[in-house]
């Protein structure tokens, strides 16, 4: 991926490294305004942070931000309205970036609409594939090719799903898969979410319901057909091997030690179902009414998890 940007970002503060503005550290203001450019603006936070892992970061990712940081101000410019009676008003542009909460939304809403013509008119499931967190941080050595591996994966345990329910004839359901790289919590976790539809077509074009979806046999297969796809990608480290194969060789007992696809019918509506992926693809990453406190090193937020409001802290 290309960093040239980044390169050529860090090779330009690092004169002002050693400047007195750099390393004065300001306190958090009772009136602080809780917005994500605010908190990454406080005491030069994004550019210490691209300093110090520049390795981490790509030129996309930054330009990113730095859109976003830079969101209706007036160094981006705009356009000045003028009334005929002398009354003067400047509005300046926005970054139209996903990263950011004030833009983000909106386009969110208007890619959703558009992907809404793609659904067919009946009822789909959301499907939520998930894996065991010693096996996240092998995702992050290798993330390209074994995000990819989750795809499929996901994918065929749904095949195979409609291959036990019609194995004399070949039906197809319609698929669409997202990855999604943290949970509520804002920690990594890497997990696929899919929407389904009940039944799918044969090759004459006649539509087969299907809606019995057996948890503990969708466990299995996701588990058996990740593991298995990792195994073969990784099998040139011996360490990523000997934790594969300890996580193969463990049994289901009444756990399903964190391979859990949990799937919810009735998804809302048609209408509804683009709103509802936009809202894991295309939506800012967090929204800012979930930020709760900024104490200068950690950000507390909020949280639903199982009907219940908790809370927890980020750096």
């Known amino acids: 991926m290309d960093v040239s940007l980044v390169n050529e970002y860090v090779g330009w503060q690092a004169g002002r490294i050693s400047s007195p503005l ?37 030129d996309f ?37 996903r990263v950011c909460p004030r833009c983000g939304k909106r386009h969110a809403e208007k890619w959703g609409r558009e992907l809404m013509r793609r659904f067919l008119p009946v009822p789909h499931r959301h499907v939520i594939f998930t894996l065991p967190e010693v096996i996240w941080a092998l995702i992050g050595e290798n993330q390209e090719v074994l995000v990819n591996d989750m795809f499929e994966a996901a994918k065929t345990v749904m095949l195979r799903l409609f291959e036990d329910r019609y194995n004399h004839m070949p039906v197809k359901p319609g698929i669409i898969c997202i990855i999604h790289y943290t ?13 389904v539809t009940e039944g799918g ?8 319901k299907h809606s019995y979806w057996p948890y503990q046999t969708m466990c299995a297969y996701w588990k ?20 594969i194969d ?10 399903t030690n964190g391979y859990v696809v949990k799937n919810y019918r009735d998804v809302l ?25 900024f104490n200068g090193e950690e950000i507390k937020i909020k949280y639903e998890w199982d009907n219940q409001l908790h809370t927890t802290s980020i750096t």
Not at 41 to 46: G, L, P, R, V
Not at 246 to 255: A, D, G, I, L, T
Not at 271 to 283: D, T
């Open 22 to 58: 750099w390393e004065e550290c300001v306190p958090v203001p009772e009136d602080f305004p809780l917005r994500v450019d605010t908190i990454l603006e406080h005491n030069h936070a994004f550019e210490r942070y691209v300093y110090m892992f520049r390795d981490e970061i790509t």
């Open 61 to 97: 990712e930054f330009e990113s931000v730095m859109m976003m940081l830079l969101c209706a101000k007036d160094r981006c410019g705009g356009i000045t309205y003028t009334c005929k009676c002398g009354e003067m008003s400047f509005v300046p542009f926005r970054c139209h970036s």
């Open 183 to 195: 949970g509520r919590d804002m920690k990594y976790n890497p997990h696929i979410h899919m929407l």
């Open 201 to 208: 077509l044969t090759k004459k074009g006649v539509w087969k």
């Open 224 to 243: 058996y057909e990740v593991l298995k796809r990792f195994r073969y990608h990784m099998r040139h480290s011996l360490e990523a091997k000997a934790l």
């Open 246 to 255: 300890q996580q193969q060789k463990q049994r289901f007992n009444n756990q």
């Open 269 to 293: 509506d048609v209408k509804g179902l683009g709103s509802y992926l936009a809202r894991y693809v295309r939506h800012p990453p967090i929204g800012e009414s979930r930020i709760l406190a």
